[in-house]
């Protein structure tokens, strides 16, 4: 049931019990597979230790400001992926290094960009007009800083990302996720970010459990495409619907 969801945080990048044991997992040197946890995460807390002094934030030959506060002038085409993906990427690994090590400059770095992009009207191109992967991958990192960092937030801060979950994930996901499945990569993608938000904001913002149960549904119908038409590029595209079951 959504109520056993609702005593704090994290609870939806982690429950609470594998939070708990996230230093001791990244601390692990078994390297069965190619690296163990621990060189990986060695590699994503030195790339994080490089955000906390970044007054830019670079994608290709294009560079916001840090904090990037306005929406920027930067769309049309695929413009947004990489510039949504750079900005992902460091809410992601901020919001991990301060989960395993407690150590709250990542976190509050990574509250800082989380709240730079909550003044943001959308989290898609405002020139292409559409949801597309940007809104996805934008809502999963923003869940990722509001579920594991929300500790360290103060009231004024969690009340301003949630109210920004909300009206630029929760709201227009919902609103295309109701819609039917149309593309399966896409599907999958909206369907984890509307998933994870919903959860990460259970009990805080109005229509986060009718989201919730939408994202389930969701999943399953996916699966139910994929068992029957194969309408995807790739099995990378499937495991994005797995956090949401």
């Not at 069965?32 to 060695?42: I, W």
Request: aromatic letters at 8%; charged letters at 20%; proline letters at 5%.
């Amino acid at each position: 049931p959504l109520t056993s969801r609702l005593d704090g945080h994290p609870r939806a990048i982690l429950s609470p019990e594998r939070a708990a044991a996230l230093a001791q997992v990244a601390a692990v040197t078994d390297d069965r597979f190619g690296k163990s946890p621990a060189e990986v995460f060695a590699t994503i807390s030195a790339r994080a230790a490089g955000y906390l002094e970044e007054t830019e934030i670079g994608f290709g030959d294009t560079h916001i400001p840090w904090p990037p506060r306005q929406l920027p002038d930067v769309g049309g085409g695929l413009s947004w992926n990489p510039m949504v993906g750079a900005i992902g990427e460091r809410l992601k690994s901020l919001a991990l290094v301060y989960a395993v090590t407690g150590d709250e400059r990542y976190g509050r770095r990574a509250i800082e960009l989380l709240l730079a992009v909550s003044n943001w009207p959308q989290w898609y191109d405002p020139q292409n007009g559409y949801l597309s992967l940007d809104i996805g991958n934008m809502s999963v990192a923003v869940a990722w800083v509001y579920d594991l960092c929300h500790d360290l937030m103060t009231d004024e801060e969690r009340a301003l990302a949630a109210s920004a979950i909300q009206r630029n994930a929760l709201v227009p996901l919902y609103e295309k996720l109701s819609g039917g499945i149309g593309n399966t990569n896409g599907w999958a993608l909206w369907t984890t970010a509307m998933g994870l938000c919903a959860i990460a904001t259970l009990g805080e913002v109005d229509g986060a459990a009718t989201c919730a149960r939408l994202a389930e549904q969701a999943m399953l119908d996916y699966f139910d495409q994929r068992a029957t038409r194969h309408r995807t590029e790739a099995v990378s595209y499937t495991h994005l619907t797995l956090p949401t079951n």
